[in-house]
Structures are given as C-alpha cells and as structure tokens.
C-alpha cells in the first residue's frame, strides 16, 4: 500500500484552520437526551477527532472537536422506559393529540433548526469532511423537507376527512380511513448525511404521532446533538431521546426490550426500525429483536448503482454527470454511480472525459473555495479503497487518470480504473468512495443480467436516445426502483418516493410515503352515513 502515498497531499492539510471555522471542543462535553431533559454525562467519554487534520510539519494530527458520551446499556434503558410512557398504549399526550397541534410542534423545531444552520453546518464540515456549500446544503434542504413533508400531511389529512361509498350485497356501505401511529421508533442515521437522513426518519414518524429513540451516527454526532434543545423544547417529555455511544453497547440494549402479551409471552417494545446503512449491521440489530415478525422495517442499505453509457449517448453530458453522481462528497453516497458500464464503440472516448473531468477537481479542505476532493471521515478508508484498485490492478485493470489512488492520511485522489471485468471486486462490491470503475460490454443484455444477479437494485442511469434506449430501458425496470434517464443517479426532488430492490432496502421514504411508512391505515364503516359522522366527529 506504501506505493500509494504521496507526501506532497501533505500540504493540502493547514498548520491552523481559518479563525472563522475553528471549534472549541470545551462546548462540546458528553450529553444527551432523555425523558424531556438534556443530560450531561460524568461517565466514560470517547473524545471525537476530524480527520480533517493539522499539520505540523510533515506530521498530521487529527483536530479534536468535542468528547461523545459513552452510553451504558442501563442508560439505553432508560430512554426505552421514557420511550413506553410517551407512547402509553397510543394514549400518551403525544400520540393522541390532535394532528395540528403535532404540526405546530414540527413547525417550531424546523424554526429553530434552521437558526443553527451554520453552527451545524460547520460540524458536518469538520466531522465527516463534507464541503461548506454541501454541509450548509444538507441542514436548509433538511429544513425544506420538514416543512414540505408538514404540507403533505396536511393534504393527507384531507384525505381522512373524505367518505368512502362502496356496496355489498346490494347495501351501500360508508367509510373513513385514518392513518394511526406504529407506536415506538428506532431511527439509526449514516454518517454520510447525520442531519439530513436523520430527519428525514424522526419527522415523518413524529408527524403520525410516533415516539423516537434515536441512536446518533459515530461521524457527525456532535452535528447532532445541536439539535438536543430544540427536540427538548418542541417535545413532550419522552417523546424523542437522542443516544450517542458505542451502537454495539446502545442499540441492542434498545431492541431487546420487551413486554408482555396477553398470554404473558415477551414481545419488543421497539416496533418499527428505521435504518440506514450496511445489511450487516440491519440484520445485526434485527436479530436483537425479540419478536422480529412483529418489527416494521424502514431500511435503506447497500447499493451498486450502475450507469449504463449506450452508443448514441451524448459523452460529454454522461461524463459530466457521471463524475458528479459518483464522485459527490467524495462517492460517499448510497445513490452514487457505484459501476459504470459503457459500450466498446465509445468506450476510449468516454473514459478520456472522465478522467479529463476527474484530474480537474479540486483536492483541499472543505472550507477551500470550489474543493471537490475532501478528507475522508474513516481511519481506514484509503487502505479500503486502496486494496480495491490492487486487485483491479492486479487482475488487469487500468487507473487512467492521473495520480488517481494516490495520497495521504484523510485525502485520497479519486481514481478512474478502466477495464473492471468479472473477477474483479470492483464489479460487485459497493465501494463507497472515490473510485469509478468502467466497464465495456457489446451487447446491453449482459448489463441485464449483471443486474439481473447483483443482490442491490436501487436505481440505475441510462445515457442514450430514446429510439435505442427504450426496450433496454423497460427491461431495466423489472430489477430496480428507479432508472434515471439521462440523468444522475439521486435520492430527490424529495417529492418522488425513495425506495430499493433486492438487498438495497425495504419500505419508501419522501414526504408522502415516509408518512404512510410510519403510520398504518384504520377504515371504520357504516352502512348509514350519519351513524358514521356522529362516531367520528371530535367534539369541541
């Protein structure tokens, strides 16, 4: 791996940061959140460290930001106690209260998040080595997707209002639908998006009267737990608690709970899992569950996304999107191209403009103006990626763009490896990085059946004209969730439903369908309307 490093990365790392993005870690102490009261912690503390190091010299430190509490299991108990006597059977204040005054709770915290959006937006920067417009990014398009995931329930709710006709055995039959709450969540956030994916779990489940335990990502923790006043102050007691720690001490303390039935068997107290990351760790935490067919599972998991380059596509705009749905922060995406199949005719000229288009960004800090190339969050990341492109290499891939692999400690320059064929694990495994592996085919059937028998199906991207494209097109949409025509792979507008194939998830997020996900339908019928009306209708 030696031959990897370059020394002269070395300089792209400050001996200071800009006085305007320095943390003091003295405001960042142990704490948490539970029963409605933000709690300092005097137990054992992990200090939280940025791969976005300092340099003294030719030697890097990691910057110190602040210090996580390291939860106990009995501490994890104490937010699943909290978590029953919020939820109470559905009865609690929370889940019972009517659906405008969890709106206007909703309403006050997006407020107050998005009064903090550059105190979090500069954690995101230092914690996980997201750019400053993207980390600023993620907390404003966090904030619009509360609030416009507010606006779809409130459509939703009219929809609760209408009266349903149907007949049966020559009766008319007249009905309601409602949305009712699942009952206690466990929302577990990626370190890719800590705020954004975050929320995008604990509001939905919020909004249909839910309670949340959420268990906050190891990168981007302290970004976080900036947000423990607001769920303070906009929440009834126990209705959300924020847990830092060591998930392998903290989430099976969580999930293993459990109570009685009616016959007095033990059944989890956790009803819903909402998470996001590898399938490793979801079957992990299933497995913690006392009673998994009773769990709803809200997953998003690994993906392999390819891009598929046919011979009538327009190269200069496939390459440019390409390299920015593959490479956005670094490749650190779930959506990202993951595999890049392109045909022989033009595969020489394709891969040019990539790696043209790759050799032009920009490696530095993230605060550095027009950085495209940050450090990466994970102590072992370059060795990971590193050991993905020996083995390409090894088996007769190609890096062709310059320097592409190389670097030092956080910061690696992204590497466009031609002529990825079977064999190779780059053609199968999820990278998760700064790698754009390419692939040539001559026939579109083979990429059917690579995707055919990859175990992720996500989404896919296909370059081409419509005439030609169509047919591979449809036949695409049999093996994953969403196909991108002429487009970059992607998780938004957040209006589209966001779901997965295959081992790539499990349920559907965005505004609508996240409110469906963390609710269940209840119909009541009557044959007479007005019987209906008089049972439904809410006094006062």
């Given at each position: ?309 046919l011979p009538d596509a327009d190269l200069d705009a496939a390459a440019a999107a390409i390299v920015k749905g593959g490479l956005g922060f670094n490749g650190q995406r779930c959506t990202a191209e993951k595999i890049v ?200």
């Amino acid at each position: 791996m030696s031959t990897w490093n370059d020394d002269s990365f070395l300089s792209l790392f400050p001996e200071a940061p800009p006085a305007k993005v320095r943390i003091d870690p003295a405001q960042h102490s142990p704490r948490w959140l539970v029963d409605g009261a933000m709690r300092p912690f005097t137990g054992p503390a992990r200090e939280v460290r940025s791969r976005v190091a300092t340099r003294t010299g030719t030697t890097l430190s990691a910057t110190l930001l602040g210090h996580e509490a390291q939860l106990t299991a009995d501490d994890a108990k104490l937010a699943v106690a909290a978590a029953q006597r919020a939820w109470n059977n559905g009865e609690g204040e929370w889940p019972s209260a009517h659906v405008e005054t969890r709106i206007a709770a909703v309403e006050r915290f997006a407020a107050a998040v998005e009064a903090k959006t550059d105190e979090i937006a500069t954690l995101l920067m230092w914690e996980i080595g997201k750019p400053w417009a993207s980390s600023r990014d993620e907390v404003t398009r966090s904030v619009d997707y509360i609030r416009n995931t507010v606006v779809e329930l409130q459509r939703l709710r009219q929809h609760d209002l209408s009266v349903q006709l149907g007949t049966a055995g020559g009766k008319k039959h007249f009905a309601r639908t409602h949305r009712r709450a699942l009952g206690v969540v466990l929302c577990v956030a990626p370190f890719n998006y800590p705020v954004n994916e975050f929320l995008t779990t604990v509001i939905p489940a919020l909004l249909m009267g839910n309670v949340v335990i959420a268990k906050t990502p190891r990168f981007g923790v302290l970004a976080n737990l900036v947000l423990l006043e607001a769920f303070r102050d906009c929440f009834p007691k126990g209705v959300v608690s924020l847990l830092p720690g060591d998930g392998r001490v903290v989430i099976p303390a969580v999930m293993s709970a459990t109570e009685q039935d009616v016959a007095g068997n033990p059944t989890g107290v956790v009803h819903v899992l909402a998470f996001i990351g590898s399938e490793g760790a979801a079957n992990a935490i299933m497995r913690a569950h006392p009673t998994p067919i009773t769990l709803h599972k809200i997953l998003g998991l690994g993906a392999k996304n390819p891009a598929v380059v046919l011979p009538d596509a327009d190269l200069d705009a496939a390459a440019a999107a390409i390299v920015k749905g593959g490479l956005g922060f670094n490749g650190q995406r779930c959506t990202a191209e993951k595999i890049v199949f392109v045909h022989r005719s033009v595969a020489d000229a394709f891969t040019a403009k990539v790696a043209a288009r790759v050799d032009a960004l920009k490696a530095g800090m993230p605060w550095d103006e027009g950085v495209g190339i940050t450090p990466l969050p994970e102590e072992t990341k370059l060795e990971t990626m590193r050991a993905l492109i020996d083995d390409a290499v090894s088996k007769g891939a190609t890096v062709v763009n310059t320097n592409g692999g190389r670097g030092a400690f956080s910061i690696m320059r992204p590497a466009v490896v031609a002529g990825v064929k079977p064999g190779m694990r780059l053609l199968h495994e999820e990278q998760f990085g700064p790698i754009i592996p390419i692939s040539t085919f001559d026939d579109a059937e083979a990429v059917l059946d690579w995707q055919r028998r990859s175990p992720f199906g996500q989404q896919s991207a296909v370059w081409g004209k419509a005439e030609t494209a169509r047919a591979f097109v449809r036949k695409f949409t049999r093996f994953v969730a969403r196909v991108n025509l002429n487009d970059v792979c992607q998780r938004g507008p957040d209006s589209f439903g966001f779901s997965a194939a295959d081992k790539s998830g499990f349920g559907t997020l965005s505004l609508k369908e996240a409110l469906l996900s963390f609710s269940r339908p209840v119909l009541v019928q009557a044959q007479d309307q007005s019987v209906l009306d008089a049972f439904l209708s809410r006094p006062g």
